[in-house]
């Protein structure tokens, strides 16, 4: 099975459709959304191609094989406009035998870890930055980063298919890899 990560949209139309369009390119089975999908949030500036709008008229249509989170700058609203469950906190996946415990970053992070074991996944958004690494307890933690506002590199999204995990720009460039033994 082949998934894809994406996280913090922040309602960028123009940045949705590039990752929909990687989305359909690798022939994905399922779209795993970190949160931060439709609203740009306070702290943050106005994404290139802010329109709420059209991010839904896009992703409704993928509701079958979307698993999504709440993130911070979701809302009770954004609920009412889109075709999938999002506002849950967390989700568990299992694939290919791996748990993956995916949550948006504001409530669980690196730094407060929900109870996970060696050869979890702890999959997140939130800080807008691509991860993927194994901690000293090994625990698996990956970050799509965003794919309209990045803090660190280029706007991202991550694959998953054969255990293992990449992050790539929207440019094809690989920016980090990780096999989940």
């Known amino acids: 099975m082949k998934v894809m990560f994406i996280s913090d949209i922040h309602g960028s139309s123009k940045y949705c459709r590039k990752a929909i369009e990687k989305f359909e390119k690798h022939k994905c089975d399922m779209l795993v959304i970190l949160g931060d999908i439709l609203?740009?949030?306070?702290?943050?500036?106005?994404?290139?191609?802010?329109?709420?709008?059209?991010?839904?008229?896009?992703?409704?249509?993928?509701?079958?094989?979307?698993?999504?989170?709440?993130?911070?700058?979701?809302?009770?609203?954004?609920?009412?406009?889109?075709?999938?469950?999002?506002?849950?906190?967390?989700?568990?996946?299992?694939l290919d035998g791996h748990k993956f415990f995916l949550t948006h970053g504001h409530l669980f992070d690196e730094e407060n870890m929900p109870p996970l074991k060696k050869g979890d996944i702890f999959a997140y958004g939130h800080i807008h930055k691509p991860v993927a690494k194994c901690d000293n307890d090994g625990i698996y933690i990956i970050n799509p980063s965003s794919v309209s506002l990045p803090k660190k590199g280029e706007r991202s999204f991550g694959l998953y298919e054969d255990d293992c995990f990449r992050i790539y720009t929207f440019e094809n460039e690989l920016v980090k890899e990780i096999n989940f033994d």
């Open 39 to 94: 609203y740009h949030g306070p702290r943050n500036e106005l994404p290139d191609g802010y329109d709420c709008k059209e991010v839904i008229k896009m992703l409704n249509p993928l509701a079958a094989k979307i698993v999504a989170v709440r993130g911070n700058c979701d809302s009770e609203v954004d609920q009412m406009v889109l075709d999938f469950p999002m506002r849950s906190d967390y989700s568990i996946l299992n």
